[in-house]
């Protein structure tokens, strides 16, 4: 020992690391700027654009003072239509969500197969963006409020699949042990032991999904599925500025709208 | 005939001969175990940590599967029932935890009716319309233990000592043929611990019900108990009335692993690790 690390930790000296070590974490940090300077020079980056960014930003700003509020009747109406896309693709993407959480939590899935079922439902379901889902749909079911609930449903359920099985996956297993020695069913203990257990989760899971939900559903209508975002869209594409900014108001109050909503829900259930 | 056999039996309760349980391939933990429990008797079981009596336990209503052996309450044969039939085997044997094992953000009334789920309906269960004939059931032994007024509570509301009484009316719930203890009182203050010990012997005594019960505490054991069965890695050594349960032959329960047993120890402790 002594003659790898001489004078290392001797009485009068101490370090952290062992020069091995100081080593090691030099390099890695080298290795990182390395990195970060290849990603650099690999992009196309057109600097004089990026230094022209301060002056173009103040005047798309000009151009977007003030809002314009003429349109503000239409402009509510589809803040509505997002509220109710954002709340109904969470409901049914929370009861389709459940069972897939059944199957791939390790402690209540009934085999392997479906285990590796529920796990490709996931994992298909959150890889792939809600804008992409929405480009899916509108072109399966058309423009509209229903591709854009369907498309945010999707996203969810992924979401809400694993944060409920990983709930799943922590419960105490001793009120289960207890109801197994009392001959209960699978399906009572699940009721019994397993359901009470994660009733905080799945709330608090659920309403994390809905304020989510409703800042991606703003953005849906950029794709022809439906909300607020088909307005903003029209918006930009006609160069109509105050209106695009009356919109981005309007998106930003709903967001703290939501915000607002879920952070008392959240009070009020746990 | 299966009637007829416990009719003959009347007496005997509970017949385990020959119990093996192995965890992976290491050393048995228990060791062609041998016990018989009858009648209202209040039976303690002593020993330390490891020397099997959660496993025991367990293996009674296959909690915990065991290798080999038979266990056979009052003319069934536990170790052959397919799954579906011990499920309604296991409603005749209660259990109550070291960790009272209820749940905690349901009712007092709730956890003591699930004692009942391998009888009522699945729609009863999740509707909580209990049958009458339950809740009925529930008054009276809540009253019994003291917790009656508690019902609407929620389990994690109550104290340690009225949480296991929870758990011991949950076991009696199910109108057990014999009840099942494990180390109920190891997480309770000495106080309580004595009030959860006399209740169990009492219940024992009115409900003409044969109670096994592990415990680290061996004065409680001698004091509450009719007999004391003293295991040592995985064996019994002892098994007689409590005043016969002397130094010596404490000294001899908890003297760890006996000689001959010693070579296995290594093993057996990685395969229950």
């Known amino acids: 020992m002594m003659s790898t690390q001489p004078l290392q930790n001797t009485l009068d000296h101490w370090s952290r690391f062992t020069l091995r070590q100081r080593m090691m974490r030099y390099g890695g940090l080298a290795l990182t700027l390395l990195l970060v300077g290849w990603a650099l020079g690999s992009i196309d980056v057109i600097w004089e654009w990026v230094w022209d960014s301060p002056r173009q930003m103040g005047d798309l700003f000009g151009r977007m003072m003030p809002p314009d509020p003429s349109n503000l009747p239409s402009i509510l109406e589809a803040i509505w239509q997002t509220v109710n896309i954002a709340t109904l693709a969470t409901m049914i993407a929370v009861v389709v969500s459940l069972p897939v959480a059944y199957i791939s939590a390790q402690n209540t899935t009934p085999n392997r197969v479906a285990l590796w079922i529920g796990r490709f439902i996931l994992v298909s379901s959150r890889s792939v963006n809600t804008i992409i889902w929405a480009l899916l749909f509108v072109a399966i079911f058309g423009p509209g409020i229903v591709a854009g609930i369907v498309a945010i449903m999707f996203r969810s359920i992924g979401f809400l699949g694993k944060l409920l099985g990983e709930a799943i996956e922590e419960i105490d297993h001793k009120p289960v042990e207890a109801l197994e020695a009392c001959g209960a069913s699978r399906f009572k203990i699940v009721l019994y032991a397993i359901v009470p257990q994660v009733m905080p989760a799945f709330f608090a899971v659920a309403i994390l999904r809905w304020d989510i939900n409703l800042r991606e559903s703003t953005v849906l209508g950029l794709v022809g599925a439906g909300g607020i975002g088909m307005i903003l869209q029209g918006a930009i594409d006609t160069f109509n500025w105050p209106e695009v900014s009356m919109v981005l108001l309007t998106i930003l109050a709903l967001v703290v709208f939501g915000e607002v909503v879920s952070s008392y829900l959240r009070k009020k259930i746990l | ?273």
Request: with cysteine; glycine share 8%; proline share 3%.
């Open chain 2, 1 to 273: 005939m299966r009637g007829r056999l416990a009719l003959v039996r009347k007496t005997i309760m509970l017949k385990i001969s020959k119990l093996t349980k192995r965890y992976g391939s290491g050393d048995p933990v228990l060791k062609e175990l041998d016990l018989t429990v009858e009648g209202d008797q209040l039976t303690s079981v002593i020993g330390s940590s490891g020397a099997g009596k959660s496993t025991l336990l367990r293996c009674i209503n296959r909690l915990v599967e065991p290798t080999s052996g038979s266990i056979d309450l009052n003319g069934t044969e536990f170790t052959t029932l397919n799954r579906r039939d011990l499920r309604a085997a296991r409603r005749r044997i209660g259990m109550v935890f070291q960790g009272f094992n209820l749940i905690d953000r349901l009712t007092v009334m709730e956890n003591v009716q699930s004692g009942r789920l391998g009888y009522i309906s699945t729609w009863a269960a999740l509707t909580r319309r209990y049958p009458r004939d339950d809740i009925r059931h529930a008054y009276e032994l809540m009253e019994r233990v003291g917790i009656a007024h508690y019902a609407n509570k929620r389990a994690d509301e109550l104290s340690g000592g009225e949480r296991q009484r929870v758990g011991v009316v949950r076991a009696l719930m199910q109108r057990p043929e014999i009840l099942l203890a494990d180390e109920p009182t190891a997480s309770l203050d000495p106080k309580t611990s004595e009030q959860i010990m006399s209740l169990l012997r009492d219940l024992a005594s009115e409900l003409k019900l044969p109670v096994i019960i592990n415990i680290h505490n061996v004065t409680e054991a001698k004091e509450y108990s009719d007999r004391i069965v003293g295991m040592r890695y995985g064996r019994i050594i002892f098994d007689d009335l409590p005043a016969k349960l002397t130094t010596a032959e404490m000294d001899e329960i908890y003297a760890g692993v006996p000689a001959m047993d010693r070579a296995a120890v290594g093993a057996a402790a990685g395969a229950e690790a």
